[in-house]
């Protein structure tokens, strides 16, 4: 019941955006950017009346351009209420780092391209704080996957050809 009430929020959340930011059509170029594919404006709206559940790169996308915190806000409010313990909000939490190390690191990578063979003081503090932000966010996701339990690997049974 939990897991469906998330799922709900989260669709809600970003129909909402979606329609706020004039249309799936904004956000295809986003998509070719992140997601290295154009996307069909018609699953958004498939998506949107529950017909096709969003992915994580929709979550990530329309958050981008719309430039909102909402998801992550919603999320951060998940663990705060004891209900991150959940596997569905354990796997809200990854897509709230993915975010988080997509945007840090396109604005880093964007500081970055400014620089050239010299850096004014104001610039050299900017790609410092972006790339530090990005680190930051890297480090972070490395935290949380490590401590993710491991799945057990089924045995291979190796067959000796020697006979």
């Not at 669709?11 to 955006?17: A, D, K, P, T």
């Amino acid at each position: 019941m939990i897991q469906t009430k998330i799922r709900e929020d989260i669709s809600e959340i970003l129909s909402e955006l979606l329609v706020t930011d004039r249309g799936p059509a904004r956000f295809q170029p986003a998509y070719e950017q992140f997601a290295g594919q154009m996307t069909d404006p018609a699953q958004f709206s498939r998506r949107r009346n529950g017909s096709l559940d969003w992915t994580i790169m929709d979550a990530i996308v329309i958050q981008h351009v719309t430039k909102s915190d909402r998801i992550n806000d919603y999320l951060r409010s998940l663990r705060r209420n004891q209900v991150a313990m959940s596997p569905i909000a354990e796997a809200a939490s990854l897509i709230e780092i993915a975010a988080s190390i997509y945007k840090e690191s396109g604005e880093a990578a964007s500081e970055v391209a400014k620089c050239g063979d010299e850096i004014d003081a104001i610039t050299h503090a900017n790609v410092l704080r972006e790339l530090e932000e990005a680190r930051d966010a890297v480090l972070m996701a490395l935290d949380r996957i490590k401590r993710l339990p491991l799945a057990s690997v089924p045995t291979v049974v190796r067959h000796d050809r020697t006979a």
